[in-house]
């Protein structure tokens, strides 16, 4: 298979497996360092075969998924941290051989991951990106969290698969995606059927387990952490992406942050393919 | 434990199932276990299990099922996917091993018995029968036919419905009460996640379908296998009409009947069995 496409596999650790998404050259034939992607929630590393493919034309790139979501096993522990998710992708890494230096992107619920992972080991990260990272849980995503670990049904007459769907629809046309009212209207359309589809599959995949993951992120107290973070980062954000309003926030907590305004207006399956190489190469000539 | 890997071969990857890797050196040959159509090597799990007890054990998915690339070629035949199957052996050091197959599995697993018999030690053919054309030629134009794929979400129906209805109607697109199975339906938990691979693959998952239903005419294969088989099947499975005919056709045979049928068998208890005949 060539550098150019997307190679699936497995990293062992005690607990289970943890699957990724790379393209490029092998690490350890690489001048640069390896990216190492965190995805959102919910979903998968398959929501950044994109990016994972315009950035890997000059760096290694490997997008992990959360553990309980895609196909990752599911977390140790029902009460897991981002430290947790963050922890295990490092002995992830370490099963795989990869111990030189990482560059280290979190895209939404990926980015708390990032962060712990830079904080646990500044010595291991060359540089850190935050895309579209939210600040302090507001009360509705502590109540958000709360709901989440009332497990998804998984029923015989397969409600889930409604439920997926649409859940994954509405995100797209309201915000919050379940309060379906005219003030709560986003501008934008639906992704592409192929894209659409492809994220309902990696939703439903992780159905009973990515509650975990993504209840840790909801309750994420950034603003106690990002002043940890003691390697060059940068913030970043597309402006019809729902954490925009934060952006100024996380670069101002996080000590000597750079902060740039993505190129293109909105983020994931909604960006264009041109956008995505866009985005990839402006996020690569900051890495350098 | 179970984990799941990736080979690669020149068309693409190949994802498989495996227990047992650390008796690769050990006293038997690997095993590896080939799936039935529409699923995926996750099927055998139970079986992988416990026959990774003894041995190492290899279940891969088959060409454009489960989490392996799809055919690269137009209207693929069986030896398409028997010469895949051989270069993922070879991607993975096994150069000669112990088969299992059950219905598109037993396909490619005659396969490669007879176009490579140096590479296969003993066969087992789980629930291996002799079909009408008609029904293989009903069955091909059915499973031909695109399913649907829009905004809609028509396609979570159908893979759903799919997935039901193979439980319950035999075959699962003539749902009256001629074709009607009586067995228990599959758990949610079961159902989820069959839905979710014809989901997946709702684009590539008929070809090895189609082409094991074109592999073995007349059964015409059975006498060509040269290695001990033993030819195993569920009492209650689709093919016990057939299983005493097959019995005769097949060189060194061994039979076994199990309660049940492949479904919803307990592939723990069958496991013994197989141990027990493959290391006699």
Redesign the interface.
């Known amino acids: 298979?060539s550098a150019a496409q997307i190679?699936?596999?497995?990293l062992?650790i005690a607990e289970g497996?943890i699957?990724f998404r790379a393209a490029g050259r092998e690490p350890a034939q690489s001048e640069k360092p390896l990216l190492v992607m965190f995805h959102g929630a919910p979903g998968s590393s398959k929501q950044f075969e994109r990016l994972v493919l315009a950035m890997a034309s000059v760096r290694p790139v490997m997008a992990l998924d959360t553990m309980g979501m895609g196909?990752s096993s599911p977390s140790a522990r029902e009460d897991a941290d981002m430290a947790y998710f963050a922890d295990a992708a490092g002995r992830a890494l370490d099963s795989h051989g990869v111990t030189g230096k990482l560059d280290v992107l979190g895209h939404h619920e990926g980015a708390p991951v990032a962060t712990e992972f830079a904080i646990a080991w500044p010595a291991r990260v060359n540089k850190l990106i935050l895309d579209g990272m939210s600040a302090a849980p507001t009360e509705r995503a502590r109540g958000y969290a709360t709901t989440l670990d009332k497990r998804a049904p998984?029923?015989?007459v397969?409600s889930?698969?409604?439920d997926a769907?649409h859940s994954l629809r509405d995100a797209y046309l309201f915000r919050p995606a379940d309060q379906r009212l005219a003030a709560n209207t986003l501008p934008s359309g639906?992704p592409s059927?192929e894209l659409?589809?492809a994220h309902?599959?990696e939703i439903?995949?992780g159905?009973r387990t990515s509650h975990t993951a993504t209840a840790a992120a909801a309750l994420y107290d950034a603003p106690t952490r990002l002043p940890f973070i003691s390697v060059p980062t940068l913030a970043t954000c597309a402006r019809l992406d729902g954490p925009f309003s934060a952006l100024d926030e996380v670069a101002r907590l996080v000590p000597g942050c750079t902060k740039l305004i993505q190129p293109q207006d909105n983020t994931g399956d909604l960006a264009t393919d041109e956008e995505i190489r866009a985005l990839g190469k402006a996020l690569g000539d900051w890495l350098g | 434990m179970i984990k799941r890997r990736f080979a690669t071969i020149d068309i693409g990857q190949i994802h498989y199932w495996t227990a047992g890797e650390d008796k690769r050196e050990g006293a038997h040959p690997p095993l590896v276990l080939l799936h039935a159509s529409p699923f995926s090597g996750r099927s055998l799990n139970a079986l992988t299990e416990a026959m990774g007890r003894s041995r190492w054990v290899i279940a891969p998915d088959h060409l454009g099922q489960g989490d392996s690339c799809p055919p690269q070629q137009r209207d693929p035949e069986i030896e398409y996917f028997g010469d895949a199957l051989v270069r993922f052996l070879d991607a993975i050091g096994v150069t000669k091993s112990d088969l299992y197959g059950t219905s598109t599995g037993g396909h490619v697993a005659m396969d490669v018995a007879i176009r490579y018999p140096e590479r296969v030690r003993k066969l087992i053919l789980d629930g291996a029968g002799l079909s009408s054309e008609q029904l293989r030629t009903e069955y091909v134009a059915h499973v031909r036919e695109k399913p649907p794929f829009d905004y809609n979400g028509s396609q979570m129906l159908w893979a759903f419905q799919t997935a039901k209805d193979m439980y319950l109607f035999f075959p699962y697109y003539q749902r009256d009460a001629a074709h009607r199975r009586t067995r228990d339906l599959a758990s949610a938990e079961e159902l989820h996640l069959f839905a979710l691979e014809l989901l997946r693959n709702h684009d590539t998952y008929r070809h090895a379908y189609i082409a094991a239903f074109g592999a073995n005419p007349g059964g015409h294969k059975y006498a060509k296998l040269s290695q001990p088989v033993m030819h195993a099947a569920g009492t209650k499975d689709g093919s016990a009409s057939t299983f005493d005919q097959v019995a005769k056709m097949i060189p060194d045979c061994t039979v076994r009947r199990y309660p049940g049928s492949g479904l919803t068998v307990d592939q723990s208890t069958v496991a013994g069995m197989f141990a027990e005949w493959l290391d006699a």
């Open positions: 298979m190679r699936r596999g497995f062992d497996q699957h196909d998984i029923d015989q397969g889930q698969y409604f769907w639906l059927l659409f589809h309902v599959v439903l995949k159905l």
